[in-house]
Each structure stands twice: as structure tokens, then as C-alpha cells.
């Protein structure tokens, strides 16, 4: 059973950093995308950041590229996500996510290519 857990989430003024992490297991195979997704209230969930662990190709959304960074340590089987230079509008529940098996290799933003979640965690950053 694949299981996903984040931490690392928390209470950041703005201009702050905050390293989120994402510690997976039960994978049948070790080169499963891992996506971050964040939902604010009254939001719909959002792809922030995805890594291909085949080859390590990283994607971003438009609005935190060049302060967000993602990365794996497959070692650990743990994904990063390191937020930089955080605003008030980053105020959200992040997820990391992996897709379903058939598209295990293949980096999406839509939450429905998605077939494990884990519980999120709370980041509020305040102005």
C-alpha cells in the first residue's frame, strides 16, 4: 500500500522559507512521480511542483517559480519541497500526491491523474 506523509508545514511571516517534506512508502516501483499540491479555502486544489524521480525533471507553476524547489533523496524516499521568499497568498494545506501506477512516470497538475494522497499539512503565512 502506498503511503504518503507530509510535514515540515507551519506559521511563516511573509519573506520567510519553510521546507516541506513528503516521506513515501509501498511503492512497487522507486521512480513514481511526486507531485505538491495545495488547497486554500474556498479554493479548488492546485499543482505546485513536480518531480520526475526517473530523471529528476522538475515542473513548476507559473506562480512560485524561481522560489519554490523541489527535490528527492530517493535514499530516503522522502520528497522536498523548500518555499522561499513566501507570501500571504501561499496560505494553504499542501499534499504531495502520487499518480496512479500507469502514470507513474508521467508529471501533471490535475488532481484526477492522482491516485494517493497524503493528509496535507497547514501553511499559513501571515503579512
Known amino acids: 500500500e502506498v503511503q504518503l506523509v507530509e510535514s515540515g508545514g507551519g506559521l511563516v511571516q511573509a519573506g520567510g522559507s519553510l521546507r516541506l517534506s513528503c516521506a513515501t512508502s509501498?511503492?512497487?516501483?522507486?521512480?513514481?512521480?511526486i507531485a505538491w499540491f495545495r488547497q486554500a479555502p474556498g479554493k479548488e486544489r492546485e499543482g505546485v511542483s513536480c518531480?520526475?524521480?526517473?530523471?529528476?525533471?522538475?515542473y513548476y507553476a507559473d506562480s512560485v517559480k524561481d522560489r519554490f524547489t523541489i527535490s528527492s533523496d530517493n535514499a530516503k524516499n522522502t520528497v522536498y519541497l523548500q518555499m522561499n521568499s513566501l507570501k500571504p497568498e501561499d496560505t494553504a494545506v499542501y499534499y504531495c500526491?502520487?499518480?496512479?501506477?500507469?502514470?507513474?512516470?508521467?508529471?501533471?497538475?490535475?488532481?484526477?491523474?492522482?491516485?494517493?494522497w497524503g493528509q496535507g499539512t497547514q501553511v499559513t503565512v501571515s503579512s
Open positions: 518531480i520526475r524521480r526517473s530523471d529528476g525533471r522538475t
Open positions: 509501498g511503492f512497487t516501483f522507486d521512480d513514481y512521480t
Open positions: 500526491a502520487a499518480p496512479h501506477r500507469w502514470r507513474r512516470l508521467l508529471c501533471s497538475f490535475s488532481p484526477a491523474d492522482f491516485g494517493s
